[in-house]
């Protein structure tokens, strides 16, 4: 997956100047980024501050790691039973 130019305290940064007043065209004007991108940060980052960003790649991290270990048991237990069911 593609990092970001962009931090997750820049793209506060940018919402927070958002917030203040400052109209969208001109914060993508400014910082050199579409329209999309501003919006796409606002679902996902919109209302959140630093602790809570770093709370939520916490848990992904975590989610990420539980999928890996969930796939890799299911692939075992399917292996199992493959083998087991040709005795």
């Known amino acids: 997956m ?3 130019r962009y931090t997750e305290a820049q793209i506060i940064a940018i919402l927070r100047q ?3 007043g400052v109209p969208v065209t001109e914060l993508c004007r400014e910082h050199g980024m579409s329209n999309a991108s501003f919006y796409k940060w606002r679902a996902k980052y919109g209302g959140m501050d ?3 960003i770093s709370q939520m790649k916490a848990m ?3 989610n990420r790691r539980l999928k890996r270990m ?3 048991l299911s692939m ?3 292996l199992l039973k493959e083998a087991l069911g040709k005795k």
């Open 60 to 62: 992904e991290d975590e």
């Open 70 to 72: 969930y796939a890799d």
């Open 50 to 52: 630093a602790s809570l």
């Open 76 to 78: 075992q237990a399917d």
């Open 2 to 4: 593609k990092t970001s």
């Open 18 to 20: 958002a917030e203040g």
